[in-house]
Nanobody, 115 residues
Framework: QVQLVESGGGLVQAGGSLRLSCVAS????????MGWYRQPPGKQRELVAT???????NYADSVKGRFTVSRDDAKNTVFLQMDSLKPEDTAVYYC?????????WGKGTLVTVSS
């Protein structure tokens, strides 16, 4: 199993930046894919970005050019750098790990972007 703990959420003005972190309870070297999803108020959870063990990123069209996903295997941590934030980025952001084909989720961190 993998426990995931997110941090870094908060309130920010439009145009600002936040950096989310997700720490895993075990080494992430063997975790095939890690990433970030979000759930805006009243909407379904959606993909934000993923990164493979070979550092190959994948982004939702809505965040391309503004968000950057990265991972530090030595620290068992995945990051999401969010720049040029917009009010529509407001959501609970969840960390995800795909470990032996099983998905694991963190409890989420709230990001609120004010206009």
């Amino acid at each position: 199993q993998v426990q995931l703990v997110e941090s870094g959420g908060g309130l920010v003005q439009a145009g600002g930046s936040l950096r989310l972190s997700c720490v895993a309870s075990r080494s992430i070297i063997s975790i095939k894919t890690m990433g970030w999803y979000r759930q805006p108020p009243g909407k379904q959870r959606e993909l934000v970005a993923t990164i493979t063990g070979s550092r190959e990123p994948n982004y939702a069209d809505s965040v391309k050019g503004r968000f950057t996903v990265s991972r530090d295997d030595a620290k068992n941590t995945v990051f999401l750098q969010m720049d040029s934030l917009k009010p529509e980025d407001t959501a609970v952001y969840y960390c995800n790990a795909l470990y032996y084909e099983m998905p694991y989720w963190g409890k989420g961190t709230l990001v609120t972007v004010s206009s």
